[in-house]
């Protein structure tokens, strides 16, 4: 019999070595070593068990646990360097634990796939990637809300398809993101539900004769609850979609406000300038500063709806139940994980110290447009008018105003009241760009009470 690699590896049914390049096809050892750690948890939860049902004496047990932590302490110093022979971070493992400890280590995978395994390693990984997403949120919200509370009074222009619709406070604009990234951490909430359930003790994929309580190693590791269904268990990755989905919603949220960034930043706008801390410059402009940051948040997009897109195109063929199409999972959600804590960690650094507002433009903005032009018609509202009369009123007077190039704060009451006798001396009064926006008190309106209102409520519920 050939004596190679792979018979080592496989069962004596193999005689000849993989071809060395389908050994480096096949093998994820170059990606899924990132869940090295989550997989000497589960190992070691499972020797465990194994003992707690008589399976193993807890003296075997405690020395597999030694093994596994030793494996730990060898990555820990940079000495635990697999290769493409050993495949995967599974076998990776076993080979290493069966060299420290001899025959003993060939007992680990007693009542245990690889199946079962990488789901739970996949599971425990993502549980703690969303609890590091979760913080991440909160600090981009902070960095919002930071620039909410110091900017109390000012203004800014409310658009509608990017024309000026009503001036706004700033803060209330700001805190427009702020409910986006708590409905993004409700949904992680929610979700992490579906991750944290135990797929251990499936097997390959129809249980196993050997005595196990799978009660014990998903308490151990923290789980919910265990799967009810050993071949759904092997075979789910709806929690990968899941998570990308949501994961992806982050992406849109940022993607958004990035691209208000960019625009902001314009000379065209000119609401923000860019501090040096998140700007770059042109290799040939002189006096180019680029928005990148938000400009790669805005682009990283693609990446992530295209691994959900991946993910749902890989998952949808699969007849039940462990296909190795799954190995193709990880890199997908590795990358999502990464990108997404990555933009939100960009985006929060550009709202800490990477912009300032400019008040002065903004104040100059709110008061040169027609965007008080709905004030008009509430106030003839007010006083009596149907709005529907009010509004083609107003409608003609904007038509006037634009024709001879003055706004409304510029015609002198007569003009006023040769419109309608119902206006008063304190028109001028009401659409002042800061009585406009005081005046929109409904709940969740831009007026500034009701702004501080939502603010301190944002504020409060922040861990
Ligand atoms: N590396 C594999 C994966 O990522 C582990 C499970 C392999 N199972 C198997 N029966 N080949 O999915």
């Known amino acids: 019999m050939a004596v190679d690699s792979t018979s080592s590896t496989w069962s ?28 000497l948890d589960g190992s070691i939860a499972h020797a465990r ?4 049902t008589g399976v193993l004496t807890a003296q075997e047990a405690e020395q597999l646990v030694a093994g596994l932590e030793q494996v730990r302490t060898e990555a820990a110093a940079g000495q635990f360097n697999p290769g493409l022979e050993d495949e995967d971070v599974h076998f990776a493992v076993e080979r290493r634990l069966i060299a420290i400890l001899g025959p003993l280590g060939k007992k680990l995978h007693t009542g ?35 620039q909410a509370e110091a900017h109390p ?12 619709a009503q001036p706004i406070c700033l803060a209330h604009h700001l805190l427009a993101y702020v409910e986006m990234a708590e409905r993004d951490r409700a949904r992680l909430r929610d979700l992490v539900k579906r991750v944290n359930l135990c797929p251990l003790g499936a097997a390959a994929l129809a249980g196993t004769p050997v005595p196990i309580d799978r009660r014990h190693t998903a308490a151990a590791l923290g789980f919910e609850d265990v799967y009810a269904n050993s071949l759904d268990a092997v075979s789910d990755r709806d929690f990968a979609v899941e998570f ?33 801390r998140c700007a770059t410059g042109s290799s ?16 990283k997009c693609g990446r992530v709806f295209g691994h959900l897109q ?8 699969l007849p039940l139940a462990y296909n190795k199409d799954f190995q193709e999972d990880k890199e997908a959600l590795f990358d999502v994980v990464r990108t997404t804590l990555d933009c939100l960690e960009a985006m929060a650094i550009l709202f800490e110290e990477g912009l300032s507002f400019r008040p002065e433009r903004l104040e100059e903005a709110v008061a040169s447009d027609f965007s008080n032009a709905t004030d008009v018609a509430d106030y003839l509202v007010a006083k009596g008018v149907p709005f529907r009369e009010a509004y083609q009123l107003v409608g003609g007077l904007v038509k006037g105003c634009l024709q001879e190039g003055i706004l409304l704060r510029d ?15 304190d028109i001028h009064q009401a659409i002042h760009p800061r009585q406009v926006v005081a005046a929109r008190r409904s709940e969740g309106g831009t007026a500034f009470d009701q702004v501080q209102l939502q603010l301190q409520r944002a504020l409060q519920r922040l861990p």
């Open 112 to 146: 245990r796939s690889r199946n079962d395994q990488v789901g739970t390693d996949l599971r425990l990984w993502l549980r703690r990637q969303i609890g590091a997403i979760d913080a991440a949120l909160v600090r981009f919200e902070r960095a919002l809300l930071t």
């Open 244 to 276: 990308s989905a949501a994961a992806s919603l982050v992406m849109v949220h940022l993607s958004r406000l990035s691209e208000e960034v960019i625009l902001w930043a314009s000379e065209e706008f000119r609401f923000i300038s860019l501090t040096d």
């Open 411 to 425: 015609l002198p009451l007569e003009r006023w009241q040769q419109l309608h006798p119902a206006f008063e001396a």
């Open 284 to 299: 040939l402009m002189p006096q180019k500063k680029n928005p990148d940051v938000p400009e790669l948040v805005r682009g």
């Open 153 to 164: 009074e000012v203004m800014i222009p409310g658009y509608t398809h990017l024309q000026r």
């Open 310 to 317: 991946g993910l749902l195109v890989m998952i949808k063929g």
């Open 12 to 39: 004596q049914r193999f005689e000849q070595g993989l071809h060395p390049a389908i050994e480096r096809f096949n093998a994820s050892i170059g990606f899924d070593i990132t869940l090295l750690q989550e997989d």
């Open 49 to 52: 068990m194994l003992a707690s």
